[in-house]
């Protein structure tokens, strides 16, 4: 390990932690609300599941207050598939990511989909045992919460819209910047760790690696297997699939055919025979006239 | 120069495709049935072994798989991997290439929250031990006769190697030792050589 690197001075379970995130590239993550609707995502060939009470479309539509899911429902599902299965605490949260970890949950998501428990710190995460995902915008939200000790980053995107401008727009802004950070000599990082708001060793990394020392997934308005192809096309290294596919028409043949355009996403033949056909998507949430106070990707500081 | 090939659907098979290609193999991802035949050797890398096997056997892969594992074409399985080679896994009929006389068990030491990391001695490989990173790791509950242990942990075998089938629980290609990596290299220069 290159210990001039922030990465090469972490712990073992550090290193442990990512290396889970690193087994999760190249698959899908489906969101599920059921026992049932797991079994559907791992027979499709997801590689996780996300348990939760509602999708984020629903969470949209009927409103309230968001919150960790009930244990019970969440047990039931790490009964029902063998594959990783991860669940989402509130942002700042302390005690439902300790509940989460208590309970073997792989991978802790401090979301933005619930309602935040903290209007201005995340969870310290390096704390635990159990690695965590979170959402960024851009390079200095995934720097910060990288710094806080998650393991994975996913862009926001726009959750339970079924609109993927939103997840465009942030897997293009991370690169964006950190493109912008190669080649800067070394008296002008200082300056612009200051400007993204992010920790300096994180950004001098990421200036002499070119990559965000954490893989990096895509999250937020995934509705069809072209738009996962997209966001393979734009260099995300697995997709998250909210309310994608259990909001259509056909869910088991959707999660199918998002998982086979994750796998060939370079295909554009095979993308052809994988789109066909499969049934009406989520009808969606235009995101361009959707007002300021419904967006859930401001949420996280 | 040898040509190794990563399947390629799911997991971490960009970080062996770094160490090959570091240690001056050609190394090839492979999602497609008729890029099999064009390898020396071939690893079925660590991730979800249901979602690899799946993804293999749906996409045409699986059988010429085992075909060119039958016909003498070293392989190497990391994790997942070495559950898609073993014989038999505990519990489950998932789809598998079975060319390992073993029996394996699934998630053996445990969810993520139980993940580690050991010291493993392989005497093979000399007497540095070798860092075992251990993810939702599975362990080889027994092996047949013709199948050699070149490691253990707890007395449970984690490395094993039949002829030219190497298997193991970790991940070496997290740790930046890439002894695994060359003991794999060498078995496919040996069976070129005598193929």
Redesign the interface.
Known sequence: MNESLWSGRQTATWRNKIGLAEMLKGGVIMDVTTPEQARIAAEAGAQAVMALERVPADIRAQGGVARMSDPAMIEEIQKAVSIPVMAKCRIGHLSEARILEAMGVDFIDESEVLTPADDQYHVDKHGFKAPFVCGCRNLGEALRRIGEGAALIRTKGEAGTGDIVEAVRHLRTVHAEIRSLRDLPAEELMTRAKELGAPYDLVAEVAQTGKLPVPNFSAGGVATPADAALMMQLGAEAVFVGSGVFKSDNPARRARAIVDAVAYWDDPARLVEISRGIGEPMTGINVSVMPEEDRLAGRGW | MSTVGVI????????HLQVFAELGLDARPI?RREEIAGVDGLVIP???S??IG??MD??GLLRPAIDAVAGGLPVMGT??GAILLSREIVG?DQVRLGVLDAVIE??AY????????AAIAVPELGDDPVTG?F??APRFVSVGSGVEVLARFEDAPILVRQDRVLALSF?PE???DYRIHRLFASMIVSAGVSA
């Open positions: 390629a659907f799911q997991g971490d098979f960009h970080r999602r660590g991730g979800e249901t979602t799946m993804l749906r996409f994790c997942a489950t699934r998630n445990g969810r993520q929250v139980d993940s580690f990391e990173v993810i939702r991940h997290l740790t930046g």
